[in-house]
């Protein structure tokens, strides 16, 4: 995981108030793609976090303020398996701001 990041992270959980259970960090490109991901984990910069409810609003809310500019949200279902993605990309590959959600 990039160092900067995860200062990012823990300055964001500080903020939050709260434990943050990750899902999901750093990813091998091999495993991101067999799952369909897109890239974002195997470059440390990206994070699933296990929160659902008030609580997902509330993060959502906080997490540009630390400077992470992509947001993806799975809320639906089992609410063990309902997470926030952060992550702090740009560029090309990665054209930032973004939200979006999960199937």
């Given at each position: 995981?990039?160092?900067?990041?995860?200062?990012?992270?823990?300055?964001?959980?500080a903020d939050f108030g709260r434990a943050m259970p990750?899902?999901?960090?750093?990813?091998?490109?091999?495993?991101?793609?067999?799952?369909?991901?897109?890239?974002?984990?195997?470059?440390?910069?990206?994070?699933?976090v296990r929160v659902c409810g008030e609580d997902a609003y509330r993060l959502v809310a906080l997490?540009?303020?630390?400077?992470?500019?992509?947001?993806?949200?799975?809320?639906?279902?089992?609410?063990?398996?309902?997470?926030?993605?952060?992550?702090?990309?740009?560029?090309?590959?990665?054209?930032?701001?973004?939200?979006?959600?999960?199937?």
């Open positions: 995981m990039d160092p900067g990041f995860m200062r990012r992270l823990e300055d964001l959980r990750v899902n999901s960090g750093y990813r091998c490109p091999v495993h991101d793609a067999e799952i369909g991901g897109r890239g974002a984990h195997p470059t440390g910069h990206a994070v699933d997490a540009p303020r630390h400077g992470f500019t992509g947001l993806g949200l799975q809320q639906r279902g089992d609410m063990e398996r309902r997470f926030v993605h952060l992550d702090d990309l740009g560029g090309p590959n990665f054209p930032r701001p973004r939200v979006w959600t999960y199937p």
